[in-house]
């Protein structure tokens, strides 16, 4: 399994942007996949995940209510939406496969990862 994540840039605060993770591999749609985040000198933080259907999701309080993950099992293609971005937004994001079935939170718990892709929110 690859995962190429893709999508991140430099926004103002209040600004939106759509990441994607495309992944290859006849197994994608039957694996939930997360979203974490690192930022410089921060360990890496789980930011959202999603089952393998699509049909239940989890986010970090942080998150909660301006990041929407979503999936198209057809595309192979997962994705996080972020709205009402904020500065402390700023960090590398990374898609990655949950291989325990489990929507946690544990970067342990994630087997394959993409390779990350910045965002930088500008005050």
């Known amino acids: 399994v690859q995962l190429q994540a893709s999508g991140g840039g430099l926004v103002q605060a209040g600004g939106s942007l759509r990441l994607s993770c495309a992944a290859s591999?006849?197994?994608?749609?039957?694996?939930?996949m997360g979203w974490f985040r690192q930022a410089p000198g921060k360990v890496r933080e789980f930011v959202a995940a999603?089952?393998?259907?699509?049909?239940?999701?989890r986010y970090a309080d942080s998150v909660k209510d301006r990041f929407t993950i979503s999936r198209d099992n057809a595309k192979n293609t997962v994705y996080l939406q972020m709205s009402n971005l904020k500065p402390e937004d700023t960090a590398v994001y990374y898609c990655a496969r949950d291989r325990d079935f489990r929507l946690s939170s544990t970067p342990r718990e994630y087997d394959f990862w993409g390779q990350g892709t910045l965002v930088t929110v500008s005050s």
């Open positions: 999603i089952s393998w259907r699509g049909d239940t999701t």
């Open positions: 591999g006849r197994t994608f749609g039957t694996f939930p």
